[in-house]
């Protein structure tokens, strides 16, 4: 009775992927009455019978469609990388330090976009904490302002080694 | 690569009826000028002889004659900026009650060469014209009526007066000169009157100040206010809604008096040109900005501030084109004016520190030439700049980059306020007012506690994405725009305390019919240890009254709307909002969180970014035949793997294609390990609708698949195929 519910659950949804109407989006697509009322016992029926498996993993598999993609249950699917940064403050001097993204490199030299940064702190001594960075983001710079000669400041580009498995570190002595 | 045309058109005809026009083209990154000035065009000639050619329109700009060899100088009222119109060899002698007439298009003036009134054209060809009766001594205030087509002239004393000379050739007494009243019976110290642009009377401001309005038929004079401004107005000005400009002689600086109020008084205006020897005039018909080609810069900030030209804004005339801040600035009619150039001219600052309460923050300017730079930050978040919050005063810049250390109050509060930059060659300037060079560039910043670190996700001004389908526990057909968010996070902590989080984002898109409230989880915090009293929740920019703070639960959720369906709508013949081809729309809602913490919460008791965003189904709507009945907030859709809060219907899991397993930290996932909603740190294009995302991120497949081995950037722009992304 469990199974063939849940067939006509997922039929059903086909039937509705079929007429362009996932998403609830479409208010064309047919809606049946409602056929089920709340469960009776839902948490009690762990779903143990219809998860006959996980299914098999194949990272060169071609699907025809994302209905039909199989992700591991613990992928999740995250964007991003996480980078440790440090910034050892070698005289304790009073420092800014801003980690930022987007920089150019001209003539008058390095300008940094200050609206790009992922990290932004006044320090007196060192610095170190950890980003949480975006995959297409490969190039950071962090830019030390120095409050004692504000005519100096300090840029230190970091480039990501995309093929590493290692934690990544932007570190600057 | 836009490329902007310029054309002036310089017009000559004086005397040699030369005629020469000059294009101008100019690529984007040079200083854009897109004036079209002194576009003359010749109307025809007229009566008596007279061979000047009149103006093809009414001016926004006023009229200033100056110095005992004449000088004519237009000058844009908004800024004070002012060039000279007549050319070098105009070979005038001194002329004054400038005057312009509506009636035909003309400027007249007292000329004292002729010693007799003269026409002046828009080919600056003076002809004199001679009256009878005139008086032994030359007029210096004069302006010509907008209700009748006549001549006003005044000179005190008592064998003088007001005179009126018609200048309808129709009329009886056309040219001819006639005593009103005389210079004791109507006795004024003014240096110049100007006619209102409908009520016929004349209005001028004598050397103590007083405002004055005249009956010129009656020639009486009734004192309406003192305005509070003395000195010798030799210049006054009217424009279309009754607004008075008087410019004073010795320092140029313009005032702007309007006459429909009860008392009128004078507020400072703009910074323009002085002279011992002044006399102006306009079209009252005009607004004193070109709606088709302005020539002034306006700032950002809410109209507080002074932003706008009705709250005398701070605005820069840009026509002279040497000195602005960044690498562009762009001219609009009025602040919040889109002039569709879509340029952003905001680029002249960079907030190389952080602005934190009492401490010295430094702030590189970079501007085009030498000039001088007036700052303030309102401190006290109040929506104005006060005396007293002016961070950088008259601070002397040269091209190029120029750092700039300041000290931010101690008072200061923290949290989002507004800053405003002004760059001029005067300079003194305060935060409101036009002046006739430089640029106004205003900035929402974020005043932070002392030592303080910040994080941002993704980054302090970029977007990350949200992207939902909404009919959990049903698959959908994953074109993943039921719900798109753009989304920026940011915490702000000293040492290990968490002082404050903001949460900012707008409604991208809505393709569904199903209707969702929005909320964010912060995991770890509690409801009690935020500080509800400055908590702050703007929608659309506006401060909401009640609070987003859900209540009767013990984890703190906030509630960004409990349907996103009551903020925007779908397009016109639209099903949805932003997700259908020829379906665009402006982005209709955008909301902002400032979330300060009671002391002594700990950091790391609090989830990392991107915290728990969810979407629950409105209260009363019905969702799909898996629920019986509207199931209300007890629905909610998390990313994958994150537990639902405790408002969540437990049982609902496993319903329909739901395979969550609690017990193993599973939650919001299919049978094939596929979530209903992703979070992607980039400004995302999200697919048409029912566009399968595969078609619109080819990439995206293979990096699923491989657990995000592969193709990790799949989401940008260059790994799209733009024809199946939406596009507004």
């Known amino acids: 009775m469990k199974l063939s519910n849940i067939t006509l659950i997922f039929m059903m949804s086909l039937l509705m992927v079929a007429c362009g109407g996932g998403g609830g989006g479409s208010t064309s697509a047919p809606t049946p009455a409602a056929v089920i009322e709340e469960p009776t016992e839902p948490e009690v029926e762990e779903p143990t019978v219809i998860v006959v498996a996980e299914p098999e993993l194949d990272p060169n598999a071609i699907y025809d469609?994302?209905?039909?993609?199989?992700?591991?249950?613990?992928?999740?699917?995250?964007?991003?990388?996480?980078?440790?940064?440090?910034?050892?403050?070698?005289?304790?001097?009073?420092?800014?330090?801003?980690?930022?993204?987007?920089?150019?490199?001209?003539?008058?030299?390095?300008?940094?976009?200050?609206?790009?940064?992922?990290?932004?702190?006044?320090?007196?001594?060192?610095?170190?904490?950890?980003?949480?960075?975006?995959?297409?983001?490969?190039?950071?710079?962090?830019?030390?302002?120095?409050?004692?000669?504000?005519?100096?400041?300090?840029?230190?580009?970091?480039?990501?080694?995309?093929?590493?498995?290692?934690?990544?570190?932007?570190?600057?002595? | 690569m836009n490329i902007y045309i310029i054309w002036r058109v310089f017009c000559s005809l004086h005397n040699s009826h030369r005629f020469y026009v000059e294009v101008e083209f100019t690529m984007l990154n040079s200083v854009r000028r897109n004036t079209v000035k002194g576009i003359i065009l010749a109307i025809g000639m007229t009566n008596v002889g007279l061979h000047a050619e009149s103006f093809s329109e009414c001016p926004a700009e006023a009229f200033l004659i100056q110095d005992k060899i004449a000088n004519l100088y237009t000058v844009q009222l908004a800024t004070g900026f002012y060039e000279k119109f007549s050319p070098n060899d105009w070979d005038q002698e001194k002329m004054n009650a400038l005057a312009f007439s509506i009636h035909d298009r003309y400027l007249y003036a007292f000329n004292y060469y002729y010693g007799t009134i003269v026409r002046i054209g828009a080919d600056l060809q003076v002809d004199p014209i001679f009256l009878t009766n005139l008086p032994d001594k030359g007029f210096y205030v004069g302006d010509i009526s907008v209700v009748?087509?006549?001549?006003?002239?005044?000179?005190?004393?008592?064998?003088?007066?007001?005179?009126?000379?018609?200048?309808?050739?129709?009329?009886?007494?056309?040219?001819?000169?006639?005593?009103?009243?005389?210079?004791?019976?109507?006795?004024?110290?003014?240096?110049?009157?100007?006619?209102?642009?409908?009520?016929?009377?004349?209005?001028?401001?004598?050397?103590?100040?007083?405002?004055?309005?005249?009956?010129?038929?009656?020639?009486?004079?009734?004192?309406?206010?003192?305005?509070?401004?003395?000195?010798?107005?030799?210049?006054?000005?009217?424009?279309?809604?009754?607004?008075?400009?008087?410019?004073?002689n010795n320092d140029g600086n313009i005032f702007r008096i309007n006459t429909n109020w009860d008392y009128p008084v004078a507020e400072f205006f703009a910074y323009g040109p002085s002279s011992s020897n002044n006399d102006g005039a306009r079209c009252a018909l005009a607004p004193i900005i070109s709606q088709e080609n302005p020539t002034t810069d306006f700032g950002d900030a809410p109209d507080s501030y002074g932003t706008s030209i009705n709250n005398n804004g701070a605005r820069h005339d840009i026509e002279e084109g040497i000195l602005f801040l960044g690498e562009?600035?762009?001219s609009e009619p009025n602040a919040y004016a889109d002039n569709g150039s879509g340029v952003d001219d905001n680029d002249g600052i960079d907030f190389v520190t952080g602005v934190a309460a009492g401490t010295t923050a430094l702030v590189d300017i970079t501007s085009s030439a030498e000039g001088f730079v007036n700052a303030w930050l309102d401190s006290d978040k109040d929506g104005e700049f006060d005396a007293d919050e002016q961070i950088i005063t008259d601070e002397a810049v040269t091209a190029g980059s120029?750092?700039?250390?300041?000290?931010?109050?101690?008072?200061?509060?923290?949290?989002?306020?507004?800053?405003?930059?002004?760059?001029?060659?005067?300079?003194?300037?305060?935060?409101?007012?036009?002046?006739?060079?430089?640029?106004?560039?205003?900035?929402?910043?974020?005043?932070?506690?002392?030592?303080?670190?910040?994080?941002?996700?993704?980054?302090s001004e970029t977007w990350a994405t949200l992207a939902f389908e909404d009919h959990w526990p049903l698959v959908g057909d994953y074109d993943m725009n039921d719900l798109v968010v753009h989304y920026r996070l940011s915490s702000y902590a000293v040492e290990d305390t968490l002082m404050r989080v903001k949460i900012e984002g707008e409604i991208v898109a809505i393709g569904a019919s199903y209707h969702n409230g929005f909320a964010f989880r912060l995991p770890g915090l509690l409801r009690s240890e935020v500080d509800t009293g400055r908590l702050s929740f703007k929608i659309n920019g506006v401060e909401q009254s009640a609070t987003p703070l859900e209540a009767d639960v013990d984890e703190a959720i906030f509630i960004i709307a409990d349907d996103l369906w009551d903020f925007v709508t779908a397009g016109e013949n639209c099903k949805f909002y932003r997700t259908e081809a020829g379906c665009g729309s402006s982005i209709q809602m955008t909301f902002s969180l400032e979330i300060p913490m009671e002391a002594n919460v700990n950091k790391t008791n609090v989830a990392d970014f991107p915290y728990d965003p969810f979407i629950f189904a409105s209260?009363?709507?019905?969702?799909?035949?898996?629920?019986?009945?509207?199931?209300?907030?007890?629905?909610?859709?998390?990313?994958?793997?994150?537990?639902?809060?405790?408002?969540?219907?437990?049982?609902?899991?496993?319903?329909?294609?739901?395979?969550?397993?609690a017990t193993n930290g599973e939650y919001f996932i299919n049978a094939n390990g596929m979530p209903w909603a992703i979070n992607i740190p980039y400004e995302w294009e999200h697919p048409v609708e029912y566009m399968d995302i595969m078609y619109a991120y080819p990439h995206f497949h293979s990096f699923v698949t491989s657990s995000g081995e592969l193709n990790v950037d799949w989401f940008t722009f260059e790994k799209s195929t733009q024809d199946n992304v939406f596009k507004q």
Not at chain 2, 648 to 659: C, E, M, Y
């Open chain 2, 402 to 459: 120029n750092v700039v250390a300041y000290d931010v109050p101690t008072w200061a509060e923290t949290g989002t306020t507004w800053t405003r930059f002004r760059l001029s060659s005067e300079e003194s300037l305060s935060p409101i007012g036009g002046v006739a060079d430089g640029e106004v560039e205003d900035y929402a910043i974020d005043i932070a506690e002392q030592n303080v670190t910040s994080l941002h996700y993704p980054s």
């Open chain 1, 65 to 173: 469609a994302t209905a039909e993609l199989i992700v591991s249950k613990s992928f999740l699917l995250e964007q991003e990388y996480e980078l440790a940064v440090s910034y050892q403050n070698v005289d304790n001097r009073s420092a800014y330090v801003s980690v930022c993204t987007e920089f150019t490199e001209g003539q008058n030299g390095i300008k940094v976009n200050y609206n790009s940064c992922m990290l932004r702190t006044s320090i007196n001594g060192d610095y170190s904490g950890t980003l949480t960075v975006a995959n297409d983001q490969n190039r950071l710079i962090m830019a030390i302002w120095y409050l004692d000669d504000t005519k100096n400041p300090r840029y230190e580009i970091w480039d990501n080694d995309s093929d590493t498995n290692d934690v990544r570190k932007f570190e600057v002595n």
């Open chain 2, 619 to 661: 209260q009363g709507h019905e969702r799909s035949y898996v629920f019986g009945e509207a199931p209300g907030r007890r629905f909610e859709i998390h990313l994958k793997n994150q537990a639902p809060t405790e408002t969540f219907q437990a049982n609902f899991l496993g319903r329909g294609d739901d395979t969550s397993d």
């Open chain 2, 328 to 330: 562009i600035v762009e």
């Open chain 2, 148 to 248: 009748e087509n006549a001549y006003y002239l005044y000179r005190p004393g008592g064998n003088y007066g007001l005179y009126r000379v018609s200048l309808d050739e129709n009329s009886n007494d056309y040219l001819q000169l006639g005593n009103v009243v005389d210079g004791t019976t109507l006795n004024l110290a003014i240096y110049d009157l100007a006619f209102h642009p409908d009520n016929g009377f004349a209005y001028a401001v004598d050397r103590w100040g007083n405002l004055w309005k005249i009956n010129v038929q009656a020639g009486t004079s009734e004192n309406l206010s003192n305005v509070g401004e003395a000195g010798v107005f030799g210049a006054v000005y009217f424009d279309v809604t009754g607004n008075l400009y008087i410019s004073r």
